[in-house]
């Protein structure tokens, strides 16, 4: 017999300015971004004009401190802003979770007063990308084994180095970049830096030619004696791998909602085409095997999107979040790679040429499963929560 039994209620609605932003978002994304998604793909062109009316929206500074110039929402707020954005087009999507996330975050939490004042209106404007430079040709899930180095010099860091695989890297005005500053520490010898590409020193190196998110530039930057004030160095020296870790950890909340956003589309695109498509007299939407892979995708993108608004709920309420955002990581990357490969599917031959959107999204899902660490590298984080 129960006593006393007082029934709690889950909170899984938005609350009404959550759906305000969530729509205000969708409907920007259907007039601005989905009418040039699959022009800037095929070109590779950056989405710079869109990036402008979004700044103008304050969507780039979603989750600054409205003392900055913010927008000063919550992590749910932000995650429907990344969602509906990369439901039109992940490239815009990745751009937008990047540059709140892995570069305005870590000067939220760490900077100091004057880094906050200089940055954090710079990049809530949007007159500067951020982007955020740790991964290197030998330390991409192992960030221990980085090779930049950074050491002061006078009143000046002086890193050489390079880092590969950094989104908007060619358009970047702000990065925060990770050196070593002290070699026998190890991983506690990581150290964070607010970098500006104008700084001497500092160059784009290669770009790369990838499978999918063409319209989000990927680049090599490299460090060639480049000074960087002292006054740049972010948290204390040694608090590069803690800061990166942080870091990461809201940045997957960030492409957890993109990879929602690319499965939703490759959802919409399914229903519609089913309804459309005729075979044997009648639309294809009739036929059993249709609706359920339909069924299916509906159901996993719902858990996705769910377990999205948890890790992005824990983050709000200050509590740890590094399993619930790799979970949503995991879980949602997953999705909209069989969500694609549905898509791709029921639409047949069609859905194997680039007259149709779900090519677009077949290419796009991928780097979800890898970008800001790998299915593997959640698998070992969610584990290691539960075994520890």
């Known amino acids: 017999m129960f006593v006393n039994f007082i029934p709690v209620r889950m909170q899984l609605e938005l609350n009404e300015q959550q759906k305000m932003i969530r729509n205000m978002v969708k409907e920007f994304a259907e007039k601005e971004v989905a009418p040039i998604a699959a022009e800037l793909d095929k070109k590779g062109e950056y989405p710079t004009k869109t990036l402008e009316k979004m700044a103008k929206l304050g969507l780039l500074g979603i989750i600054i401190p409205q003392e900055y110039g913010g927008a000063g929402l919550d992590t749910i ?20 979770s990047v540059h709140n996330s892995l570069a305005a975050w870590p000067i939220i939490k760490y900077g100091t007063d004057p880094q906050k004042k200089k940055y954090l209106p710079i990049l809530a404007r949007g007159e500067k990308i951020g982007a955020f430079a740790g991964t290197e040709a ?3 899930s192992d960030l221990g084994a980085m090779q930049t180095t950074a050491h002061l010099k006078g009143n000046k860091y002086i890193i050489n180095g390079s880092k590969t695989f950094i989104t908007s890297g060619p358009k970047a005005g702000i990065i925060i970049v990770f050196a070593v500053t002290d070699k026998a520490a190890g991983p506690k010898g990581l150290s964070a830096f607010i970098v ?16 999918g998110i063409n ?26 791998f803690k800061i ?40 294809i939407a009739s036929f059993q095997a249709i609706q359920w892979m339909i069924a299916d ?29 790799a979970m949503a990581k995991l879980f949602a990357s997953e999705t909209a790679m069989d969500a694609v490969i549905k898509a791709v599917q029921i639409h047949g031959g069609y859905g194997y040429t680039k007259e149709y959107t779900v090519e677009r999204l077949f290419r796009d899902a991928k ?16 584990s290691g929560s539960l075994l520890k």
């Open 77 to 96: 707020s932000y995650a429907t802003v990344v969602e509906e954005i990369s439901r039109k087009c992940a490239s815009t999507g990745v751009i937008t």
């Open 138 to 140: 030998n330390a991409g």
């Open 196 to 211: 500006e590409s104008s700084m001497k020193g500092y160059k784009v190196g290669s770009i790369f030619e990838k499978l």
């Open 215 to 240: 319209a989000s530039l990927t680049s090599e930057l490299i460090f060639e004696d480049m000074e960087v004030p002292k006054e740049n160095l972010l948290g204390a020296e040694g608090d590069g």
């Open 244 to 283: 990166a870790l942080a870091t990461l950890d809201g940045g997957r909340i960030g492409i957890a909602s993109q990879a929602v956003g690319i499965a939703q589309a490759a959802l919409d695109e399914s229903i519609n085409y089913a309804k459309q498509r005729q075979q044997f007299g009648k639309p």
């Open 297 to 325: 995708m509906a159901t996993r993108i719902e858990a996705a999107r769910y377990l999205v608004y948890n890790a992005a709920y824990k983050k709000d309420k200050g509590e740890r979040f590094s399993k619930e955002a």
């Open 367 to 382: 780097i979800t499963e890898i970008y800001e660490g790998t299915s593997e590298v959640q698998r070992m984080v969610i």
